[in-house]
Structure formats: C-alpha cells, structure tokens
C-alpha cells in the first residue's frame, strides 16, 4: 500500500520560507514522478512542480517559477518543496503525489495516490 505523509506547513509572513516535506512508502519511490500540487480557498487543485523518476527533471507552475524548489532524496523515500519569497496567494492545502510513471505531469488526474495535505498560510 502506498502511502504518502506531508508536513512542514505553517503560518509565515509574505516574503518568508517553508520547506514541506512528503514521506513515501510503499512503492520503488526513486523511479516515479513526485509532484506537488495546491488548493487555495475557493479554488481548483492545481499543480505546483514535480519531479521525474530517474534522473529528476524538474518542471514548475509559472506562478511559482524562481520562487520555489522541488527536490527528492531517494535513500530517504522523501520529495522536498522549498519555497521562498511567499505570498499571500501562496495560501492553500499543499498536497504531494506519485505517479504510476516516471515522467512529470502536470494533470493531478495523472496521479494515482497522494498525501491528506498540509496548509500553508501566508499572511500580508
């Protein structure tokens, strides 16, 4: 059974940082896609940045480009989200999920399995 522990969310003031980390178990982890995506108040999942099985190609959501970082540790089964300079609108449930592939995507219904989510909130 996969499963997929997030954490690392919290209360920051605009232009602070968080780092969320999201904990896999359960499937050969270093050879599929890790993405993150976000849920805001009122609005649709959508995606934030993932990383590629294999050699860990990194693709990320304009609105996030520059600001945030995604990365993964493989000998601890654990994908990464730095973000840096937030804002305000940065403000959602952040969720983490895999892949049955190795290829990032960006269509969360690509992914088969994901984390309950932590909340980020960024205060003016």
């Known amino acids: 059974q996969v499963q997929l522990v997030e954490s690392g969310g919290g209360l920051v003031q605009a232009g602070g940082s968080l780092r969320l980390s999201c904990a896999a178990s359960?499937?050969?982890?270093?050879?599929?896609?890790m993405a993150w995506f976000r849920q805001g108040p009122g609005k649709e999942r959508e995606f934030v940045a993932v990383i590629s099985g294999g050699v860990g190609i990194t693709s990320y959501a304009d609105t996030v480009k520059g600001r945030f970082t995604i990365s993964r540790d493989n000998a601890k089964n654990t994908v990464y989200l730095q973000m840096n300079t937030l804002k305000p609108e940065d403000t959602a449930v952040y969720y983490c999920?895999?892949?049955?592939?190795?290829?990032?995507?960006?269509?969360?219904?690509?992914?088969?399995?994901w984390g309950q989510g932590t909340r980020v909130t960024v205060s003016s």
């Open positions: 359960g499937r050969t982890f270093s050879r599929y896609a």
């Open positions: 999920a895999t892949a049955p592939f190795a290829v990032g995507r960006s269509r969360p219904q690509s992914y088969d399995y």
